[in-house]
């Protein structure tokens, strides 16, 4: 049986559709990303779970007993869910001990489950008297998830939860919550926008688009497998080409490529999308494989990614390592290693 059973789910504002037809299970002891651009729906997907808003229609159902559908309406405080917003939103006025106690009944605020808490959320018990605006962001957040522990709820959902921090605190908290959320066998769900986030800390990933689940799957397979060209773009970059499909092959204006079997969504002789991975496109000396000039080179620690513009008039992106990077106006050749997704 699955932790939360989502089914069926829509929900307008005013003439606006925001969901529609939303289907989702998520076992227990799992954490799902529900990735998306703004706009897109997750965050009232994840307010519909935690009770604080009503959907138009469909049900949930945690541990298969309905919280929310036709005739049955738990609230919120019922539905042993904890939630941690953007930025965590402690009270600023409490110390750690407050915030992480504070929606524990009176009798449970002892000294033992703080410690076990603060264990938990590996925060040493010397912060427990120390107030918000003493914490680093990191260590806020992970206040806000030991708070959302506390009453031992049986879905914990994150809200966008490390948007405020800096990229490498970002990293570093991700990581973070992911241990205390599996230490605690707490299922989890995560709504980021951040295709980074969401692939490095989640057991599956849902990728929502204008209000519906455009693919569900794990990590590897939703880079490997993406369902259409538009998921490929928005999960790991890729460079989109139109080409037409010839058997095994599709012509392009990188030349002739294989195809890879597992993302071919076409059939032969039809006009296709093909789709390359940044890490596929090869940057090489001038003269070999298909003559551009390096238009932009954005460093990333130890990779850069390269925008180019082949003779053709087509771009193309390329990852390559930070020390082998070109320089901007740099004349080079591009080459293409391994198979090419394709898609009609």
């Not at 455009?214 to 993406?226: E, W």
């Amino acid at each position: 049986m699955s932790r939360v059973k989502v089914s069926s789910i829509d929900r307008s504002f005013g003439t606006v559709e925001v969901l529609r037809g939303v289907d989702l299970e998520i076992a227990d002891g799992e954490l799902l990303a529900v990735l998306g651009p703004s706009g897109c729906g997750k965050t009232t997907l994840l307010r519909i779970i935690a009770g604080f808003l009503e959907p138009d229609a469909g049900s949930i159902a945690f541990d298969g007993e309905t919280v929310v559908g036709p005739g049955v309406s738990v609230p919120s405080r019922r539905r042993r869910v904890g939630y941690v917003p953007q930025e965590g939103a402690l009270f600023p006025h409490l110390d750690v001990r407050g915030n992480v106690l504070f929606g524990l009944p009176r009798k449970e605020r002892t000294d033992d489950r703080l410690a076990e808490l603060l264990e938990l959320a590996e925060l040493p018990t010397a912060l427990a008297s120390s107030y918000p605006h003493e914490l680093s962001g990191g260590q806020q957040q992970r206040v806000a998830l030991a708070r959302a522990l506390a009453p031992r709820p049986r879905v914990v959902l994150l809200d966008e939860p490390f948007s405020s921090l800096d990229a490498a605190l970002r990293v570093h908290a991700g990581r973070a919550v992911t241990r205390v959320l599996r230490a605690a066998g707490t299922t989890g769900v995560l709504v980021t926008h951040d295709q980074g986030e969401a692939l490095s800390l989640a057991d599956r990933v849902a990728v929502m688009r204008s209000g519906r689940i455009a693919q569900l799957a794990t990590p590897h397979d939703l880079y490997r497998r993406p369902v259409d060209a538009e998921i490929a773009s928005f999960v790991g970059g890729a460079t989109a080409l139109p080409g037409t499909l010839d058997g095994d092959v599709v012509r392009c204006a990188l030349g002739a490529l294989h195809v890879d079997r597992v993302r071919r969504a076409a059939v032969s002789g039809t006009e296709v999308t093909v789709v390359l991975r940044p890490e596929q496109v090869r940057v090489v000396a001038e003269g070999e494989g298909v003559a551009a000039v390096v238009d932009e080179v954005a460093f990333f620690g130890p990779f850069a990614t390269v925008r180019l513009t082949l003779d053709t008039g087509a771009d193309v992106t390329a990852r390559v390592e930070a020390g082998h990077a070109p320089l901007v106006g740099d004349r080079v050749g591009v080459t293409v290693a391994g198979e090419a997704g394709v898609y009609a």
